[in-house]
């Protein structure tokens, strides 16, 4: 069983940063793919970036260039840096991981509210 919570989000304006958080439990952190998903009001949750256990990261093409994911393997923590916002990545955002390591996330916590305002 894996605990995940994340905190950070909030209310930002556009152009600003964010950076959310995820702590994780119950399970050696450092072996497995970690990710972080986003739900927008009336849109299916989508991926926007992962973690492999050895630091490698890939990203959705949305999130290019303005996020960035990092883990701290020490400390069971994975983050999402999120600069250069816009509206449309206002959404609750979902940290998950991959047990399996096969690129398929089989957990996510409760979430956090992220507004960017215009």
């Known amino acids: 069983q894996v605990q995940l919570v994340e905190s950070g989000g909030g209310l930002v304006q556009a152009g600003g940063s964010l950076r959310l958080s995820c702590a994780a439990s119950?399970?050696?952190?450092?072996?497995?793919?970690m990710g972080w998903f986003r739900r927008a009001p009336g849109k299916e949750r989508e991926f926007a970036a992962g973690i492999w256990s050895n630091g490698n990261t890939y990203y959705a093409d949305f999130v290019k260039g303005r996020f960035t994911i990092s883990r701290d393997n020490a400390k069971n923590m994975v983050y999402l840096q999120m600069n250069s916002l816009k509206p449309e990545d206002t959404a609750i955002y979902y940290c998950?991981?991959?047990?399996?390591?096969?690129?398929?996330?089989?957990?996510w916590g409760q979430g956090t509210q992220v507004t960017v305002s215009s």
């Open positions: 119950g399970r050696t952190f450092s072996r497995y793919l």
């Open positions: 998950a991981i991959d047990i399996g390591n096969s690129g398929s996330f089989g957990s």
